[in-house]
């Protein structure tokens, strides 16, 4: 049996039950403390629950970009996607906050979609992830992006201007760097240690495009960080500010333990689900309700284990005095899972059925988010 402390966390694998403060000790980011929860908070003009409620929890240099940003050095955002197969909840959860930052400072944002990395490590044809990466695109437009402002970044269409700064990176990344932050094997095709290149590229384009030194701030799930330790050590070497980080934790999947992974489609709920599909989903989620019913008006449910729960601190709680109501009352064992769940169920399926309207006008606009050249020369 492995041991329970024991997890992993890579951007190709998440196993385990992860321990995010010990993620932060030994990827050696900074917890995000109430101060700059308090400077982002007050440039918006409203909290984001994200980050009130430590959804997105850590970071790189993030102070020093606000300085940065107080001192009139506007700073641009880089996230994205592997298309490797339907979007879910666990993707557009980050991509709001995205919004609420790229809003708040009206910042640039770039957005790359690596239908190369995911041929390297899924067992996908070009073809099949040519098409997730369609609609990837569509779903992150959906969520309000401005398209003045917002630069979707594909791969293998724009390799020409990609690859001259990834080769820059290569250069000045060894194996055993790549090795000792990614654990590369024997057996990890050649293809995936020139990649991690590739995504530290964006890290820099826009400075390289606008010809002067652009500070980065990248909002992204903490197992994306390795790529920002290889694009930290470089940025100095090739002159660039190294790229700050904000990181958030992994959105819950509807079992019991882990993210929300297309791989799991049972307890995933899909962009594309329908309202009974997705009543059903959450109907038969696991939850930190006791045994029996008798039993939990007894002693209570334990919401901090509860995917139910989760779900109403990221996003579907209307307010915090509603959070907290929910919270008091599963602990004194008032509320039932069966109503919170048909509660949570509805509020999940009206939210992605408004979603899916967006995204039919968005599958329209995905050429005018596609980053050209020609548009910086
Ligand atoms: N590797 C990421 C994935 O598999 C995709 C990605 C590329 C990304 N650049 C990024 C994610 C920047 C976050 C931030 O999903």
């Known amino acids: 049996m492995p041991d329970q402390k024991q997890f992993v966390v890579t951007p190709w694998k998440v196993e385990g039950a992860v321990d995010y403060e010990k993620l932060v000790k030994d990827f050696g980011t900074q917890l995000i403390d109430d101060r700059l929860r308090a400077r982002?908070?007050?440039?918006?003009?409203?909290?984001?629950?994200?980050?009130?409620?430590?959804?997105?929890?850590s970071h790189r240099d993030l102070g020093w970009l606000l300085d940065m940003y107080d001192k009139g050095e506007e700073f641009f955002l880089y996230t994205g996607r592997g298309p490797s197969g339907g979007t879910h909840l666990g993707h557009i959860i980050p991509y709001t906050f995205n919004k609420y930052l790229q809003d708040a400072y009206d910042a640039e944002l770039w957005f790359q979609v690596t239908d190369d990395e995911k041929y390297l490590v899924k067992e996908l044809e070009q073809e099949e992830i040519s098409e997730f990466a369609r609609q990837n695109i569509a779903d992150f437009i959906a969520c309000g992006f401005d398209p003045k402002k917002t630069h979707v970044l594909l791969d293998s269409q724009c390799i020409k201007t990609l690859y001259p700064i990834a080769l820059k990176i290569a250069k000045r990344t060894t194996f055993s760097t790549a090795k000792a932050v990614f654990g590369f094997t024997n057996e990890t095709n050649v293809g995936l240690p020139f990649f991690t290149a590739l995504q530290a590229a964006p890290c820099f384009l826009p400075s390289v495009l606008h010809k002067r030194n652009i500070p980065c701030l990248i909002p992204a799930a903490i197992d994306q960080d390795p790529y920002w330790r290889i694009a930290r050590d470089?940025?100095?070497?090739?002159?660039?500010?190294k790229p700050a980080?904000?990181?958030?934790?992994?959105?819950?999947?509807?079992?019991?333990?882990?993210?929300?992974?297309?791989s799991e489609p049972e307890t995933t709920i899909f962009m594309d689900d329908s309202p009974t599909v997705i009543k059903q989903k959450v109907m038969r989620s696991f939850t930190g309700g006791a045994p029996t019913e008798e039993q939990q008006r007894l002693e209570g449910g334990d919401p901090s284990i509860c995917p139910v729960y989760s779900y109403y601190t990221y996003l579907f709680a209307k307010s915090d005095a509603e959070l907290q109501k929910i919270f008091d009352e599963c602990e004194e064992g008032e509320l039932m899972c069966g109503p919170d769940k048909t509660r949570l169920a509805g509020r999940v399926a009206a939210f992605v059925s408004d979603f899916q309207k967006k995204k039919q006008k968005a599958l329209k606009r995905v050429d005018d988010f596609l980053f050209r050249e020609e548009d910086f020369t």
Do not use: Q
């Open 245 to 262: 980080a904000i990181h958030c934790k992994f959105i819950s999947g509807l079992g019991k333990g882990g993210k929300m992974s297309s």
């Open 234 to 241: 470089v940025a100095p070497k090739l002159g660039f500010h």
């Open 40 to 57: 982002i908070t007050k440039k918006a003009g409203f909290s984001n629950p994200l980050l009130s409620r430590r959804v997105f929890y």
